[in-house]
């Protein structure tokens, strides 16, 4: 039987591996020209920190039906094209793959490159092109890979407590001076209405400024509330303890929307967790790799038994992650319950039911024995396996029901 639980955190997917599947934005010119990588409108849903992508031109290009500006034929576009590439300009477009690994060419706006056009930038820049393809490709793999180790970022039980994060919105920037050239001033109505615009911008700014402030203020009284309530109130409340452990979950980068059930027992040094997990069927399906001659991404399909082992992997370092979390924020709790579960398909009846996949008993002395500083040699599958460990599971990965610990 499941636990009745006194709080449910509903949890975003994390940016990590939050990947979007349209591409990186980029500009392609002749060798030794420069070139930008990063978001570009709405079209771009990925990119390198850091950067940004400045347009400088744009290109004639055929225009959508019924509209009154002239519409280029595929020969003069395709010649405008090649000359600015000719000229070292700047063209500036963005590549979208899509799910098989194929690749369509966009200007800014989000309109497909003609065929022509596509050929003409592929001539010009096929580098340029297949080193923003290949980094498409390690971020789609990387984003795959993290699903087997999400346990790397378990903090130690021993973890100093929250320290507050600066507030990084910028100030506003107050109007430059007024500067009135002499024979302004000699001309009452331009004086008047320079001063006019001058104090408008002025009180703008101060508008914005107290709106700033306040923004600044209770950032700053929430970041020390949680200080306090990590560092002090953790020991003696209920609810404090509810809030810390919930908002160091929700600091978590979560693979996908996760629901987590959490119980504190009445004497507060007990604590038991349920997780609703991904089903196998959620798991990617392929590697991505790099053609050695075409401009395209080739998906690589990944064995059953590979499947099932990124799925055990990712299951059991949520549960890893959960746990540290648990104790590294609620120094009286000495005993943690941590359940997994997912909903399948009822042979027999058609119905929906939840399957528990393990269900994990650790103490504070059991969980202290981890090398937190080698976490990527630590094997979460076999780390619960020293812990009261109730699971069925076979060798290729394959799960089976299990009652879970209770509370009690």
């Not at 420069?34 to 004639?60: D, E, F």
């Not at 082992?309 to 549960?319: E, F, N, P, Q, T």
Request: hydrophobic share 35%; aromatic share 8%.
């Amino acid at each position: 039987m499941a636990f009745r639980f006194q709080r449910r955190i509903k949890l975003a997917p994390g940016v990590r591996l939050n990947l979007s599947k349209r591409g990186l934005g980029l500009s392609v010119g002749p060798r030794g020209a420069s070139l930008s990588i990063g978001p570009s409108g709405a079209h771009a849903h990925a990119g390198l920190p850091g950067t940004g992508l400045a347009y400088r031109t744009k290109l004639n290009r055929k225009t959508s039906q019924g509209s009154s500006t002239h519409e280029a034929s595929p020969a003069s576009s395709t010649e405008n094209v090649e000359s600015r590439l000719a000229e070292a300009e700047k063209v500036n477009f963005q590549l979208v793959v899509d799910e098989s690994g194929d690749v369509d060419y966009q200007w800014p706006d989000g309109q497909s490159l003609s065929d022509e056009e596509a050929r003409a930038v592929r001539r010009e820049g096929e580098e340029t092109i297949r080193e923003h393809l290949q980094a498409i490709c390690d971020q789609r793999n990387e984003a795959i890979d993290v699903l087997g180790h999400l346990h790397w970022s378990t903090p130690c039980p021993k973890t100093p407590g929250y320290t507050p994060q600066p507030f990084e919105e910028k100030a506003p920037q107050a109007p430059a001076p007024l500067k009135m050239k002499w024979w302004q001033r000699l001309l009452p109505a331009t004086s008047s209405r320079l001063e006019a615009e001058h104090a408008q911008r002025q009180r703008a700014f101060d508008s914005a400024y107290r709106q700033w402030e306040k923004r600044k203020a209770d950032f700053d009284a929430a970041e020390f509330a949680r200080q306090k309530r990590e560092q002090e109130d953790v020991y003696a409340d209920m609810n404090a303890m509810q809030q810390a452990l919930q908002e160091r979950l929700e600091d978590i980068e979560w693979p996908r929307e996760t629901l987590i059930d959490f119980d504190l027992g009445r004497d507060e040094s007990t604590i038991a967790v349920d997780i609703d997990l991904p089903n196998e069927d959620e798991m990617p399906e392929h590697y991505w790799q790099m053609p050695a001659k075409a401009l395209k991404l080739t998906p690589r399909k990944l064995s059953a038994t590979r499947q099932r082992k990124l799925y055990r992997d990712l299951v059991h370092g949520i549960a890893f992650r959960v746990i540290g979390a648990v104790f590294a924020r609620l120094p009286n709790v000495e005993e943690a319950r941590v359940s997994g579960y997912r909903q399948v398909i009822d042979a027999a009846t058609g119905g929906e039911h939840d399957q528990y996949l393990f269900s994990i008993k650790v103490s504070r002395a059991q969980w202290q024995r981890i090398h937190f500083d080698r976490l990527e040699q630590v094997d979460p599958v076999t780390a619960v396996e020293g812990f009261s460990l109730r699971r069925n599971m076979t060798k290729t990965g394959i799960f089976r029901d299990i009652d879970p610990f209770s509370l009690d």
